[in-house]
């Protein structure tokens, strides 16, 4: 383990089954639709990668950077867009794919972008999900994991830009960032 990470919350083996369910899920209810799916950068990139290859289905995959937290553990609640999508989602189905919801403010701030280009639907997918620090009211169709109010890094999650790359989600030491 990190000797950062004071406690492993998810392992690989736990992340990987789920994902295979929620990839079965979704292939069940979007088989037809080729959906247009969206990672929200930087944060999800592991977590879409392994996300389309549990999907056996059409998909076009797509990207939207977006930040806001910056190098700090709480939000600044101004949602930037860093990398804009590629195509017009005009008439699509979309799926946005995060790795975590918290305060909600970036995913209420990107479905309104979203709406705004008139596609036929939009769902969330978000593996992790933070209810105790939520701030907006935010409905994603497809959740991995409910975890509690902890600032956790890895699987594509990071702190000031580190720790992205370990292979389990894990809770972060607090005089890592104190
Ligand atoms: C993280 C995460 C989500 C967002 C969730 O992104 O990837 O997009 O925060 O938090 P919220 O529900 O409180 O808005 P971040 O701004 O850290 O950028 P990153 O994905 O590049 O790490
Ligand atoms: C954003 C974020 N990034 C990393 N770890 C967490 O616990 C987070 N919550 N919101």
Same mark, same amino acid.
């Given at each position: 383990m990190h000797k950062d990470v004071g406690a492993i919350l998810l392992n690989e083996a736990e992340i990987k089954a789920r994902i295979l369910e929620m990839g079965a899920e979704i292939a069940a209810e979007y088989k037809d639709k080729n959906p247009v799916m969206i990672a929200v950068l930087k944060g999800s990139f592991i977590f879409m990668a392994d996300l389309v290859r549990a999907m056996d289905m059409p998909s076009r995959i797509e990207f939207l950077g977006v930040s806001s937290y910056g190098d700090k553990?709480? =939000? =600044?609640?101004a949602v930037q867009i860093t990398r804009d999508l590629d195509c017009d989602i005009e008439g699509r189905h979309v799926i946005v794919v995060e790795d975590i919801l918290d305060s909600g403010l970036t995913l209420s701030y990107l479905i309104s972008y979203l709406q705004n280009r008139k596609p036929a639907s939009v769902a969330i997918c978000t $593996?992790?999900?933070?209810?105790? +620090? +939520?701030?907006v009211e935010v409905d994603a169709r497809y959740k991995g994991f409910t975890i509690p109010d902890a600032f956790v890094v890895g699987y594509g999650l990071d702190f000031a830009e580190q720790y +992205?790359? $370990?292979?389990y989600i894990g809770v972060l030491k607090p005089e890592v960032y104190a």
């Open positions: 553990t709480t =939000t =600044t609640g $593996l992790l999900d933070k209810p105790e +620090r +939520r701030k +992205r790359n $370990l292979p």
